[in-house]
């Protein structure tokens, strides 16, 4: 596991996260945000992922 992969599933752990707090808080702003950052975490994870394939290549 390199660390785009662990930094990934981390940014997806955390948007998932501040999306709940946005839907229990009524802010939709918050939920967005949540979205966006779990969106940016499976990218960078799925780059990681590439970036290991490509090394036992």
């Not at 940014?11 to 802010?27: C, F, H, N, P, R």
């Not at 940016?40 to 994870?45: D, L, M, R, V």
Request: proline share 0%; charged share 35%; net charge positive.
């Amino acid at each position: 596991m390199n660390k785009n992969q662990v930094k990934g599933a981390v940014k997806d752990i955390a948007g998932k996260v501040q999306e709940e707090a946005g839907k229990l808080a009524g802010s939709k702003e918050q939920q967005v945000k949540g979205l966006n950052k779990q969106i940016s975490g499976k990218a960078e994870k799925a780059y990681g992922d590439v970036k290991e394939a490509a090394k036992h290549a």
